[in-house]
């Protein structure tokens, strides 16, 4: 498998020199792997930070800056970040408002950002914490207990970042995430795997003609394989699954996000048909995002996050960000 890196065991401190080097407005500490917004948020305002192991770029790394996260906290390819990179990350953009974590349900990253947060609290400083479990796909996997965190992440970091910016309280940023979580639902789709740099070939195998229905962000096995479909019945799978788990009847904003190696042309496809299928079920699409926000490195295949447009959430959405991934307003 051709990969454009230097060598496995650098993969993750090379991608963040790109990234310093792409982005000089952030501020990339090589060392501690933190990546924190160039300027600090103002005195007293909530921080928010997030995390996870490489490989689902721009996840989360390409979402710090002005209205989403204060910083990120990026692992080695698919493995959570250690306790004491999102310590120092907390210390590093704290200004006296607390902290907000907001963490995917993987197992690893739980309990470290779990421990993190009592090192906070240690020192003085008021942690919370906002778990995200959106894909409704299965429950407990091989890397939860209970219900993965995907899609949902991206607009709860979105949410609760614009709702920090205007002058939320710790805990009221971190009920917009809670709120966020519970209107979201998720489900993702793989035609092939994915290959990490460090064993060089694919991270799980797919028949000649199979795909993988509910695939996890690592690749972890979803509710079942089946014989590969036209764009359009593979977007009914997914919608009729998130759509079943939540009523979307209404108003509701969608992240039709790609896994990495699934080119837009393809994702636009399967977009139109995730819209006439939302419509079938009276959901009408307000807001959306077509493309990689949330990857599994170079796997083909997609990914649908429906979220509910509540009022509060949608003022929320249309606020300014300015970040690597997402800019808008301002």
Known sequence: MKMLINAPETVVADALAGLAAAHPGLRVDAERRIVLRAEPGRAGKPALVSGGGSGHEPLHAGFVGFGMLDAACPGEVFTSPVPDQMLAAAQAVDTGGGVLFLVKNYTGD??????????????????????IDDDVAVEDSLYTAGRRGTGATLFAEKHAGAAAERGASLDEAAAVAELTNAACRSFGIALGPGTTPSAGRPGFELGDGEIELGVGIHGEPGRRRAAYAPANELAEIAVEAVCADLDFSGDAMVLLNGMGASPLLELYIVYAEVVRALERRGVRVVRNLVGDYITSLNMPGFSVTVCRAEPELMDLWDAPVQTPALRWGR
């Open 110 to 131: 739980v309990l470290n950002f779990q421990l993190a947060a009592d090192l906070l609290e240690d020192e003085g400083i008021t942690a919370r914490t906002v778990l």
